[in-house]
């Protein structure tokens, strides 16, 4: 058991409740239960666009960690620190868990996309293994940030209802006939919360009401964006804004649910997807990276990223049919029983890492 000791770190704080930061924290929870021990090393603050001083001090709490011991960085910091990881690779065995490459996020310019690439590129270079969250992304890496496939690991994300989602109980619609829509998500150009306003500003006319849950912390102008949407389509009286809320809140909020709706252009996996899956909610999303690994056709309708008019049409097909709904929900609980919970996650995880470290 004492030989299992691996240094994990991540930037931020590991309470952030976006989909990676859950990830990085419900894994390192499931190997503490394994018998891992488990150091939590943080980065700092401002990734992946730290300053000079940042980094620096990255690099000392990083040198600090006991020659040998296996290093695994959160993809989130180490893929702006190419020449800290080439440093530290001397010393250490060094793991990536990417949760999806940082030049695919939404809203950068194609000169920041670049540099993106070439410093998660170089990064990339100097690990010995990679954690990645979907085949999806597995094949990204390959594909085009030269990885060799035999360092890839797909390890997908858990839910807590995959065991309840065989009990053949999907959301309960309400009783009013006014569908309760559901998003759940960072409010970022990449969830595409400016396509999904577009869209439902075409289905004005059915009855619905939506509750958005993401942090309105983790991007400068989109949360802007998003008030002035509402503003612009006349939704601000349908449209509900939590921000961050916590995980009885999240939990309360899929069981009210009958369709759960978001417009990202891209998902390294899409966590939030799969639990609106194991609370047995119909899915409308897109088409972009992992997510139709994640959601099968018998459990949503995927249409192409940034096309308001086809995500409007399938938010009209789903409310408007009833009999749909309940087939898509049947679908969902289906497509619920093959994801892993966290505790199966946790124990792929850990074999993995015993796999090339022991």
């Known amino acids: 058991m004492s030989m299992k000791k691996i240094a994990f770190a991540i930037p931020g704080d590991i309470e952030t409740p976006t989909g990676g930061y859950i990830y990085d924290r419900r894994i390192i929870e499931g190997l503490r239960a394994l018998g891992w021990q488990v150091e939590l090393v943080r980065l700092g603050e401002g990734f992946p666009f730290p300053d000079t001083a940042t980094l620096a001090a990255a690099q000392r709490t990083l040198n600090a960690i006991a020659a040998g011991c296996p290093v695994l960085i959160d993809g989130l910091a180490l893929g702006v620190m190419p020449e800290i990881a080439r440093q530290l690779a001397q010393t250490h065995p060094l793991i990536a868990l990417v949760h999806h490459p940082l030049a695919l996020e939404a809203g950068l310019s194609l000169e920041q996309a670049e540099l993106f690439k070439q410093s998660e590129t170089e990064a990339l270079s100097h690990v010995s293994q990679l954690f990645v969250t979907s085949p999806a992304t597995a094949r990204t890496l390959i594909a ?26 999907p959301a309960s619609e309400t009783s009013d006939s006014k569908l309760r829509l559901l998003s759940v998500g960072t409010i970022t150009p990449r969830k595409g919360f400016d396509v999904l306003m577009e869209s439902l500003a075409l289905v004005k006319d059915l009855p619905w009401e939506l509750t958005i849950a993401g942090d309105q912390t983790r991007d400068a102008h989109a ?57 047995g909610i119909p899915v409308i999303a897109t088409t972009g990276g992992a997510i139709p690994e994640t959601v099968p056709v018998t459990a949503g309708i995927l249409v192409e990223p940034d096309n308001a008019v086809a995500f409007a049409q399938a938010l009209r097909q789903v409310m408007t049919d009833a009999p749909l709904r309940k087939a898509l929900a049947q679908g969902a609980l289906a497509a619920a029983r093959n994801q892993p919970d966290w505790s199966q996650s946790a124990e792929t995880f850990s074999a993995v890492l015993q796999s090339f470290l022991f």
């Open 144 to 169: 085009e940030f030269g990885i060799d496939a035999s360092q890839v690991h797909v390890v997908l994300p858990g839910t807590d209802r995959a065991k309840a989602a065989t009990t053949d109980h």
């Open 223 to 279: 949360p802007l964006r998003l008030a002035q949407d509402l503003e612009r389509f006349g939704l601000r009286d349908r449209v509900s804004l939590l921000g961050a809320v916590s995980a009885p809140v999240l939990e309360s909020l899929y069981l009210k649910a009958d369709v759960f709706a978001l417009a990202s252009r891209y998902e390294g996996y899409g966590m939030a997807f799969a639990e609106a899956l194991a609370h």
